[in-house]
């Protein structure tokens, strides 16, 4: 499914395969669909892709993430729901596996206790085979994703007049996930949720399942918690296939701490961030400047109060707090920008995030390593961020709904989206800056994205000023403007229906046009050597 376009999964699955049935049909709609492919061909051979709690009482999950076995499948479906169907397999000759050095008697012993029947969405076809073969495979795909992203349990428990259009919002939101139109922060959320909704619906099962009498008072107050644990996860989840929901930005604020504001003193604090302080490093503040030191940037961040500035000497430091910016501080480093490096905590979603009325950041490294998130996100007030470096692996730098951003003399590089994303109702001010490398998804179609240096999003229309920036060898657009419809502003119709770049006289009225209309300034960039080009207008 890997080349189908948007429009071409959504005539799959509405048109095709379930043609219009209600949500409590949809089961036996795929069950049917898949019963017809499989009729195609008796036997192929697939590889079982299965547990390794079949066969190993201990390892670790990310050495071993499935046992994979070259299987004979003889196809004669057990069980009426497409999600349960059984299929009899036996181990093809010769004997091969994912696992080097896994014994042949053990893979025979585990089958012999299944019967030999094996759950059908586990096995996947070999490549090269016949024609049949591959719209077996295709098929299994088609039913796979249908249970891993499109089906909700709670489907066929609730009235729903067009199950179908449901699923054509699914398909989109999954599709906009998938080329980056919604960023990568807010798709890893999404994500998340949806995982743990299905870890804590197994969980309930599990639990209810263990209780062998009439459950007592405790456990009908622990089912009752993870129930409604469950609803809320659910609710979450139901937002996110409301486009008018979705389209203004994130659900779920981050920053749950409250506002300090000045000390009750009235004076600020120079909070210096270093292992060992010596006079020396002090010697250029005033006289009356109150000092705090901290060989710890978290501890300082925590001591911050309205109208402090925390000065970080060369070192490398890890802070979460930085994602919990409420008060208007300054941080800055001293000495070479690429000599006073942040790295973000990894088992945290997010790096850095503001919520404060004015934060300034400047002369450091921000480097991002293992959260979702993108590397800034100013989720409400104003950022700025000066001859800084942001080396990232989500997102580049998020400017929400109301928001607003400078950047000056940084650079940005290797995002998986856009290098900075800009919200409807957001403002930002780019002068001087490098933005470079982005658009660098790990997962999806990078070549069918537009994103790259620059992405803005519309309706209301964010306000950016762009001066002086090197915009450049982005893999998608350098900078690229998503407009909701082609009636949102009045541009040439022709031009935008044919969705060309900018290069002739017509592109440019169009360009010229629609920066009339958005508050888009830009003088003396230099945008340059991206892969799909340099300014784009695109039509969601």
């Keep these: 499914m890997r080349g189908m376009w948007r429009n071409e999964k959504v005539a799959l699955y509405c048109d095709e395969v379930l043609e219009g049935c209600k949500a409590e049909d949809a089961d036996e709609a795929m069950s049917k669909y898949l019963s017809e492919k499989l009729k195609l061909k008796d036997k192929w051979l697939g590889v079982w892709k299965t547990n390794p709690e079949l066969f190993f009482v201990k390892y670790e999950e990310a050495s071993i993430p499935f046992v994979g076995i070259l299987v004979e499948v003889t196809c004669k479906p057990h069980q009426s729901s497409s999600s349960c169907f059984k299929v009899t397999v036996s181990v093809a000759e010769p004997f091969s596996s994912n696992i080097s050095n896994i014994p042949r008697d053990l893979v ?260 991002q390593q293992g959260t979702v998130d993108g590397i800034v996100v100013v989720e409400s007030g104003h950022m700025t961020l000066e001859n800084c470096v942001l080396k990232c692996e989500g997102t580049g730098v998020c400017v929400l709904t109301g928001a607003a951003l400078t950047i000056t003399d940084s650079e940005i590089t290797g995002a998986q989206g856009a290098g900075v994303e800009l919200y409807p109702g957001s403002i930002a001010i780019l002068e001087k800056n490098e933005i470079h490398h982005c658009n660098n998804l790990r997962t999806g179609d990078s070549s069918k994205s537009t994103l790259g240096g620059v992405n803005m999003k519309v309706l209301p229309a964010p306000k950016l000023k762009m001066t002086n920036n090197h915009i450049y060898n982005n893999n998608g657009y350098g900078v690229s403007i998503l407009q909701p419809t082609e009636q949102f502003f009045i541009v040439a119709e022709e031009a935008l229906n044919k969705g060309a770049a900018l290069g002739d006289k017509k592109d440019e009225n169009m360009l010229s046009k629609v920066m009339q209309n958005l508050n888009l300034e830009m003088n003396n960039n230099k945008i340059e050597a991206n892969l799909k080009g340099d300014i784009r207008i695109v039509t969601s």
């Design 108 to 367: 025979d012993e585990v089958l012999e206790e299944l019967e030999y029947n094996v759950p059908l969405l586990e096995v996947y076809p070999v490549e090269r085979q016949d024609s049949d073969s591959q719209d077996i495979a295709l098929a299994l795909e088609v039913v796979r994703f249908f249970y891993d992203f499109l089906w909700r349990d709670w489907d066929d428990e609730e009235s729903c007049e067009n199950y179908t259009a449901l699923i054509e919002e699914r398909i989109n939101l999954w599709c906009d996930i998938q080329d980056g139109t919604i960023p990568g922060p807010i798709a890893q959320r999404f994500k998340k949720t949806l995982e743990k909704y299905k870890k804590k619906r197994v969980e309930l099962i599990e639990y209810q399942s263990n209780i062998k009498e009439d459950p007592s008072a405790a456990e009908a107050v622990e089912c009752w918690k993870k129930y409604y644990e469950i609803v809320m996860l659910c609710g979450l989840l139901k937002m996110w296939e409301d486009l008018r929901l979705r389209v203004h930005g994130p659900f779920f604020p981050r920053i749950l701490r409250r506002r300090k504001g000045k000390r009750d003193f009235g004076k600020a604090i120079t909070h210096i961030v270093t292992k060992v302080m010596t006079t020396d490093m002090v010697k250029d503040l005033p006289s009356d400047t109150l000092l705090q030191q901290h060989d710890d940037l978290d501890l300082a961040l925590d001591s911050c109060y309205g109208g402090d500035t925390v000065v970080i000497f060369p070192g490398e430091y890890q802070a979460v707090n930085l994602a919990l910016l409420t008060d208007d501080i300054v941080i800055k480093g001293v000495g070479n920008r690429e000599e006073i490096i942040i790295t973000s905590e990894p088992s945290h979603d997010s790096f850095v995030v503001s919520k404060a009325d004015n934060v300034k950041i400047m002369n450091l490294s921000l480097i």
